[in-house]
């Protein structure tokens, strides 16, 4: 299923991170939704995680792709880490829509868009999804939704805590996040 189906009528934010030094803890986050297969049909994944530590900060799972699971991730990020100075996204309706750029907009959140079919503009999360699916669901045969969710929170708590990566130094994504966010913190 194509998970970034843009709304013509939405207006779309131009791309702020080509050149951006990114280089703190909550200075970019990033999101977008994945399509996860199951034993009988499929469920949609998004998850908001900071540019920098590769940290996800929430996810959502869900068996639509309205735009209320993307808020909700969202909100969450922001009341567990605070806002980020820039947000960036790709051209999905989901986060194209009034409902979710007013969340970022309130808050005033920088707002940043990937050019129309540039996965490379969110290659992070793009990478979290071949992890996830490659470590994660394409393993095992979710029976119910129920499943879905219990698995993939426990996989995404194992990628966070345990997992470390060779980009952050063999750190682990908490690890790098707290790091980093304490130096800015200091400085």
């Known amino acids: 299923p194509n998970t970034s189906k843009p709304n013509l009528a939405h207006r779309i934010f131009p791309y702020l991170l080509k050149n951006m030094v990114i280089d703190h803890s909550n200075q970019v986050w990033c999101t977008d939704i994945t399509y996860i297969p199951m034993a009988k049909g499929f469920v949609y994944l998004c998850a908001i995680i900071d540019w920098h530590s590769r940290k996800v900060l929430a996810h959502r799972v869900s068996i639509s792709m309205e735009t209320d699971f993307c808020i ?81 929170a426990e996989y995404l708590d194992f990628y966070n805590m345990i997992r470390p990566h060779s980009s952050l130094n063999k750190a682990t994504p908490n690890e790098f996040y707290d790091q980093h966010l304490l130096k800015v913190m200091a400085a």
């Open 72 to 152: 909700d991730a969202l909100q969450e990020a922001i009341v567990k880490y605070g806002c980020p100075e820039v947000f960036n996204t790709d051209q999905g309706s989901q986060f194209t829509s009034e409902a979710f750029l007013n969340e970022l907009k309130l808050r005033n959140i920088r707002i940043s868009m990937d050019g129309k079919g540039r996965w490379m503009d969110n290659v992070m999360i793009e990478r979290l999804w071949r992890s996830v699916k490659h470590e994660e669901v394409y393993l095992k045969a979710y029976d119910t939704v129920k499943q879905a969710k219990q698995s993939i």
